[in-house]
């Protein structure tokens, strides 16, 4: 899911995203990865922390849609910068842990 430039916050799109999500995983075991990632208009620490509020904020709606929190785990990305164009790069990753 895309996030407006320097936000972190879940629209109503995104939130109902996350709410299939949630249902689809919620009887699965494996743990979840999530990888937020920024685009490059801003210094690296900033795109850090911004990068890792929009995890946390993805994983705040899965644990409010009924996902166990301990299965959720964050994960800082290689790059912080996404690929893609800049609306592809400002997103969050959700996979399966390996």
Partial sequence: ????????????????????????VMSMGTAITITGYADAS???A???????????????????????????RLAAPKEVTGSGTADEARRVDIGLAQ
């Fill in 1 to 24: 899911m895309a996030f407006a430039a320097g936000a972190a916050a879940l629209d109503a799109e995104a939130l109902h995203t996350l709410r299939e999500a949630a249902a689809s």
């Fill in 42 to 44: 801003g210094g690296h």
């Fill in 46 to 72: 900033a795109n850090a922390d911004l990068a890792k509020r929009r995890a946390t904020a993805v994983r705040d709606a899965l644990v409010a849609n009924g996902v166990d929190p301990r299965r959720l």
